[in-house]
Each structure stands twice: as structure tokens, then as C-alpha cells.
């Protein structure tokens, strides 16, 4: 839970250092996805991060998109959705390719929010959603590593 | 909740918050007061820890600004002294007494602007203990961006010249015509209320004209680039604005004198 409250105002200091050049991507919802998805999570432990995910979402939305409600929502959507599709992942196609492609799912679907509901649709909006994506491959990428290291120690 | 995580699956838990997070988002814009309550709260609570952050980042941005600015303020500066030196010497040929300061300028960082009141309103850090006063001018690198609507302790909101309710007395510098100055909420500005029969070209500066004791007179605005057709006998002209609006980082909060009173 500190882990996670650092890591949400860590998000916060870097959109606030970057406010006004491009969006960053959700690290917090990523930080999350990848605790959501380590083999050893319950169910139960699953549905809090989708609460922790919610009311991160919720913080986020009365700080930067003055839209209560439109982030919580996305985030506990997709942590939802993506703890349903690994669960109706066999054992063997969990690897870190895997968490991968879930990780960039969630958070283009996160991103594509945002950029429908919050920014107006314009040249400008487009490329910072564009910067946003590139930012967030070398996270994603970082994560996955994460992930496998984590599987690999699980056996 | 606690029942919800141990009873229910993570998707049905998922289900409920993206209910939960449409009702809020549903519910918060029909009560306008309660969601700037609940922005203006974490916004105060976090101005603590972000601090630090903007400071930095002010600091990298004005680094990044000194060698390109410098040369040019220097410019200005001598541009200015002698002016100034020459208006006083016309003063003291014609024998009035130099006016009195009549206020200064408190530079204010901007802490937030929404990109869908982009041209509406933005947030800077600081407030009543500051000294900012509500309807004050708010001006970056020398030209008008703005005034002060709402002021909270440590932070203001201002709103920008290219909002749709902003309008401000103005003044054609060159001819002294005077009209009034609007925003349209999408980036742009008009005069208006010129007279068709007025001399008025394009490339004519304007400024601000007398109007209260919290908006200095003769801040400058922007220049004429346009001059529309003629409305009953008004002509509506097209303004640029002398700020760079979409790189306001930095900008000046009008500080009057505390003699002058509040009107």
C-alpha cells in the first residue's frame, strides 16, 4: 500500500515536471496490473487492487482531469478485465510476453479513454496520446521483466 | 468493500467500481460546488509534496529561457530607461511632479490548466496570503493574459483573455479609440466596438484602458491582425495576443499599491 501511495505521487511529480509537454503513462495502474497478475494472487487480494486501482483513479481525476469518476472507473475496468482474461490464460501461456500484451492492452484502453472523454480531439491531443504510448513502451517492457524474474523465482 | 473482496471475483468487483466511477462522474456534474470542494481539498493537500517538483521545475524551464530571454529584456530594459528618462524630462519641462509607483508585479508559477478549459482558466500558487486580490490583472512577460477570479489561501484561479466571459475595457494606442477586448474560448480575440469611420489599421497595438484599480491602464494586449466586416457602424477586429498563451508557465500577478482602494 506505500509502495503504491509513492508510486502514485511519484506519477504526480512526473506529470507535474511534464505538465504542459506530454501526458505520462499510468505507472500506478501498471504497478498494480503487474501485482494483480504474480502467480501467487487470490481472488481476494485481486478485487482490493481493483479497489486500490479505483481510488487511485479517483485521486487522480480531482488533480489533473476535473472528471470525478472517468479514471476510477478505467482503471478498475481494466484491472477487472485483465485479471479475467490471464485467469482464462492456461498456467503455461502466462509468460512474460503474455503480461506483456495484457499490459499494453490496459493501458491503451486507459489512454484512449482519456483521449476520447477528457482532451478535445485535435492534432495536438493526437501526438501528446502518441508520446504517452512511446513513453510507455520501455515501462511495459521494464514490467514484463519484472514479471518474469517474479514467475521465474515462483517456479 | 471488505465483504465485496472476500465474497465476490475480481471482475464482478471490477463491474461494481466501473458503476461506481460512471455514478460519480455522473452525479459530479450536477453538483458543480461539491466537485470543486473535493478539487480544491486535494489540490490543497498535494500543493504540499508537489512544492519541491515545482520548483524544479520552474527552475529547468527558466534555465532553459535565460540566454534566449536575456538578450532581449536587455533590449527592452534599454528601450524603457530611455523612454523613461525622456518622459521625465518632458515632465520636468512642463513642470509636473513625477506620479507616485502605483503598484508592482508578483510572479506566480501555474500549477494546473485543464485541457478542456485550455483557453478558459488556469491555476497559479498564489493566493490571499499573498496579497492577490480578486478581478487583478495577470500579465506574462510584459502583455495582459488575464484576471484573478477565484482566490483561495495559497493558490488562484485566473481567467484568460480567450475565455468567452472575458471582456476588458482596451485602447488603440496609435489613435486612442476605444473599445472592449473579448475572448472567444477557443484561443482567439476580438476588439469591439470600434467606430467604422475610425482610423483604425492592422499592425496598431492595443493596451488596456482605465478601468479599476486592480488593472493597471496601458498594459499591453496584443496587435490587430484583422479587421472584420462592419456591424451596425462597429467594426470588429481580429486581435494576436502579445503572450505566448499555449507557454505559460510563469506569469505576473498585478499587485496595486495599498493605498489605491478596490473598486
Known amino acids: ?155 | 468493500m471488505r465483504i465485496l473482496c472476500r465474497e465476490s471475483r475480481p471482475w464482478l468487483n471490477s463491474f461494481i467500481s466501473v458503476l461506481a466511477g460512471a455514478a460519480i462522474l455522473f452525479l459530479s456534474a450536477g453538483t458543480d460546488g461539491v466537485k470543486h470542494g473535493a478539487v480544491e481539498l486535494v489540490n490543497g493537500i498535494l500543493s504540499y509534496p508537489e512544492k519541491p517538483v515545482l520548483y524544479l521545475r520552474n527552475i529547468i524551464k527558466l534555465s532553459g529561457n535565460w540566454v534566449l530571454e536575456r538578450d532581449n529584456l536587455n533590449e527592452r530594459v534599454e528601450k524603457l530607461e530611455l523612454k523613461n528618462l525622456a518622459l521625465e524630462e518632458a515632465l520636468q519641462r512642463a513642470g509636473v511632479k513625477s506620479p507616485a509607483s502605483k503598484g508592482g508585479y508578483l510572479r506566480a508559477v501555474v500549477t494546473l490548466r485543464y485541457p478542456q478549459e485550455w483557453w478558459q482558466e488556469l491555476r497559479i500558487d498564489k493566493g490571499a496570503q499573498e496579497g492577490v486580490r480578486e478581478g487583478a490583472a495577470v500579465a506574462s512577460e510584459g502583455f495582459l493574459v488575464g484576471r484573478v477570479t477565484r482566490v483561495s489561501a495559497h493558490s488562484s484561479w485566473v481567467e484568460l483573455i480567450t475565455s468567452s466571459s472575458f471582456l476588458i475595457a482596451a485602447a488603440v494606442d496609435q489613435t486612442r479609440d476605444l473599445g472592449v477586448a473579448a475572448g472567444d474560448g477557443r484561443g482567439h480575440l476580438r476588439l469591439l466596438y470600434i467606430p467604422e469611420e475610425r482610423n483604425v489599421r492592422r499592425g496598431m497595438s492595443v493596451s488596456t484602458s482605465l478601468m479599476s484599480d486592480v488593472i493597471p491602464p496601458g498594459l499591453a494586449i496584443g496587435t490587430i491582425i484583422g479587421i472584420d466586416e462592419e456591424k451596425e457602424g462597429y467594426k470588429e477586429m481580429r486581435l494576436s495576443a502579445g503572450a505566448h498563451l499555449t507557454q505559460l508557465y510563469n506569469v505576473d500577478v498585478f499587485m496595486p499599491s495599498s493605498g489605491g482602494a478596490q473598486r
Open chain 1, 1 to 155: 500500500m506505500i509502495l503504491l501511495s509513492l508510486i502514485w505521487l511519484l506519477q504526480d511529480f512526473a506529470q507535474l515536471l511534464l505538465m504542459g509537454i506530454c501526458m505520462i503513462p499510468d505507472v500506478f495502474l501498471l504497478t498494480i496490473l503487474f501485482i494483480a497478475l504474480l502467480p501467487e494472487k487470490s481472488k481476494e487480494e485481486q478485487s482490493k487492487l481493483v479497489w486500490i486501482a479505483f481510488f487511485g483513479g479517483l485521486l487522480w481525476d480531482l488533480r489533473w482531469t476535473n472528471l470525478p469518476g472517468l479514471t476510477s472507473a478505467i482503471s478498475g475496468g481494466v484491472i477487472g478485465l485483465a485479471c479475467f482474461i490471464w485467469q482464462k490464460l492456461p498456467a503455461i501461456g502466462r509468460t512474460p510476453f503474455a503480461f506483456m500484451a495484457v499490459s499494453a492492452f490496459c493501458e491503451l484502453v486507459y489512454a484512449l479513454g482519456h483521449y476520447f472523454f477528457w482532451t478535445i480531439p485535435s492534432q495536438s491531443a493526437l501526438r501528446q496520446f502518441i508520446v504517452q504510448q512511446l513513453i510507455a513502451v520501455p515501462v511495459i517492457i521494464i514490467f514484463a521483466w519484472l514479471f518474469g524474474r517474479a514467475s521465474e523465482r515462483n517456479g
